[in-house]
């Protein structure tokens, strides 16, 4: 929409259910974590044969994670970021957890994250995401990026489990470890402290998904970062926005002035490579870039 002849471009999911007072909410619950799972705008529920089918959805995604926690089932597909700026430095890797089931199929992590917070056994997400990017950033030497919640952060089983694999596998200056911008930093003090000890540990941190949102610039300017990623409401269209050029050629200029790099994400077309590429950012990721695969499948390439 407009405001004050600028064009704002906002993006948001909703969940509406018709039922009973004491099952409203819950249903409302599901109706948006539907909208989630299919990336549309609204979903909306009217009878509760459709809320029922989604509960069970959600109990079949519950016991296909306990599953594959059970046999290993557990991968990371990696999604390259390439510099765009200095072609001399080395290409890196996302790791983005997936379900690998015994006929092969592959399931997205939209399909069961959720599931695990609601049941408490992200932290095993956690752990094997890591063991599974330490693992290829040993082997292979090349640089692996893993996502850290803040829900990692503040358990302290997690955190133990964290440090300790990283005494079990060297080259740690090959990983980064990407904070999630969108989640609340209810405890700073936490964060910052985490982020000084990976530094110590020889990692790198990069704050993820900046700009989406209510983004606080306090986190630039106070955590320890080597990197931060512009949000993909950010990129999409910023060959055609002129105010999400502008926001980005800002905190580009800011990150640069603090020396921390920035990665473009969502870089979905050549268009917007030039663009980021004009405005200076550093490493760019995306479908335009590269899918994510299986390690190997990249490396030969």
Not at 3 to 31: E, Q
Not at 133 to 145: E, F, M, R
Not at 238 to 246: A, E, G, H, Q
Request: charged letters at 25%.
């Amino acid at each position: 929409f407009s405001y004050r002849g600028d064009k704002l471009n906002l993006m948001m999911s909703s969940g509406i259910a018709f039922s009973g007072r004491k099952k409203m909410l819950a249903y409302a619950d599901m109706a948006l974590k539907n909208a989630k799972k299919r990336n549309i705008h609204l979903s909306i529920f009217e009878h509760e044969k459709e809320l029922e089918k989604l509960h069970q959805e959600d109990i079949d995604s519950h016991q296909n994670l306990i599953n594959a926690l059970d046999n290993d089932n557990i991968i990371s597909y990696f999604q390259p970021i390439v510099p765009i700026k200095d072609l001399s430095k080395p290409i890196k890797y996302e790791s983005l957890v997936r379900i690998e089931q015994d006929n092969g199929n592959i399931i997205q992590p939209i399909n069961f994250l959720d599931v695990a917070r609601t049941n408490r056994i992200y932290d095993k997400i956690t752990k094997a995401v890591l063991i599974n990017t330490l693992a290829v950033a040993s082997k292979h030497l090349i640089p692996c990026s893993l996502n850290i919640s803040f829900s990692d952060i503040e358990n302290e089983l997690t955190m133990q489990m964290f440090f300790t694999t990283l005494e079990k596998y060297k080259h740690n200056d090959l990983i980064t470890i990407e904070l999630l911008e969108t989640e609340d930093f209810t405890n700073y003090e936490a964060v910052y402290n985490f982020c000084v000890k990976v530094h110590n540990h020889g990692l790198k941190i990069a704050l993820d998904d900046f700009g989406s949102g209510y983004s606080n610039f306090t986190h630039i300017l106070n955590l320890p970062l080597d990197y931060i990623k512009i949000d993909a409401s950010l990129i999409s269209n910023i060959d055609k926005d002129k105010n999400s050029r502008l926001m980005v050629e800002t905190i580009v200029e800011l990150a640069h002035k603090l020396d921390v790099e920035t990665i473009a994400e969502f870089v979905s077309s050549q268009e917007i490579l030039n663009v980021i590429k004009e405005i200076g950012i550093d490493y760019a990721q995306g479908f335009h870039i590269g899918k994510p695969e299986r390690i190997e499948n990249l490396l030969s390439a």
